[in-house]
């Protein structure tokens, strides 16, 4: 039998209906209307929602517990659409792996999609980001020793000069490094219709704008087809990192520098989604402390006020 174009395996659907009450039950009526309120805002945005198998999200999971409550949204909002229509949406997650993330992460992550059954569901692709290297999420694949190198290499320059000021030292690198992660997994395979975030669409602007100014702070000039909707962001992240990465490993160093740009090549039309009104997450409350649920734009303010920083004091990190 098939729905909206699209062929029911009906021990998948037994599958997801299972996971779908065990996620019901342990939702608060609340949590379910937001949900299924999301629901119908996701199918109304994609780009065929007649065809919903068809279409493919993107979100990101670090293990964390803000990121894990976003995916278990994410997911059961997947498990709802299939419910109403027989068929659903095809769900990515990638992960962004560093040198400072522990095996314990690797296992929690693991054990997260077990329990939402997303490696048994052939609409769910996990992904696993090191450097520029993407593959499927297996938590027992080791890191690769280069990524390792480059890790330390960022964070011993960018602590040398910055005087070890420690946020710029620890995060700069990898935020960018995040996006980088964000652009990767969109454009992989034929792509990604939306992003998910967990950031207000006020939130999302302001992002935007500081972004922009902050690049044009650096010494960056904007192309005008950068300045809007993801594609733009992401492209305009890469002329942050570009002049970060040069002011960080020097002029003479280009490869280095090269090595860690944002990837940009993604569809023209993907967009981020707010899931914010339905989960009432919020960074607004300190942008300098609290890290996005979408992991896309965290902080890379902080990384272009280092560039700015470098320029305007003598190569003193702006305190």
Not at 185 to 190: D, L, T
Request: with cysteine; net charge positive; glycine share 8%.
């Amino acid at each position: 039998m098939s729905i909206h174009g699209a062929i029911i395996d009906p021990h998948l659907s037994r599958l997801r209906d299972a996971i779908f009450l065990e996620l019901r039950a342990v939702m608060s009526n609340a949590n379910f209307q937001a949900m299924t309120r999301c629901a119908q805002r996701l199918h109304a945005s994609l780009r065929e929602p007649r065809q919903l198998n068809q279409n493919v999200v993107l979100a990101a999971y670090g293990g964390g517990k803000d990121s894990s409550y976003t995916l278990a949204f994410v997911r059961a909002t997947q498990l709802l659409l299939h419910r109403v229509y027989g068929t659903t949406f095809k769900l990515r997650v990638v992960t962004n792996r560093h040198a400072g993330m522990p095996r314990a992460v690797m296992e929690n992550i693991d054990h997260a999609y077990s329990a939402l059954r997303i490696q048994d569901d052939p609409d769910c692709e996990t992904l696993l980001v090191d450097g520029a290297r993407v593959r499927p999420f297996d938590r027992n694949e080791p890191l690769p020793p280069d990524v390792t190198a480059r890790n330390r290499l960022d964070l011993l320059l960018t602590g040398h000069r910055t005087h070890g000021e420690g946020r710029p030292t620890f995060c700069n690198a990898c935020n960018l490094s995040m996006v980088n992660a964000f652009g990767l997994a969109a454009g992989h395979g034929s792509g990604v219709q939306l992003i998910i975030t967990g950031d207000s669409p006020e939130e999302q602007r302001a992002y935007s704008r500081w972004v922009s100014r902050l690049a044009l702070r650096s010494g960056q000039r904007l192309r005008r087809e950068a300045r809007a909707g993801a594609r733009g962001f992401l492209r305009t992240a890469d002329d942050i990192a570009r002049a970060y990465f040069s002011e960080i490993h020097g002029a003479d160093s280009p490869e280095l520098a090269n090595g860690r740009r944002v990837a940009f090549d993604v569809p023209e039309d993907v967009r981020f989604f707010s899931i914010y009104d339905d989960t009432a997450y919020s960074c607004a409350v300190n942008p300098y402390c609290v890290t996005s649920s979408s992991g896309a734009v965290v902080l890379v303010e902080q990384a272009a006020q280092t560039i700015a920083a470098f320029h305007w004091a003598g190569h003193r990190h702006l305190g």
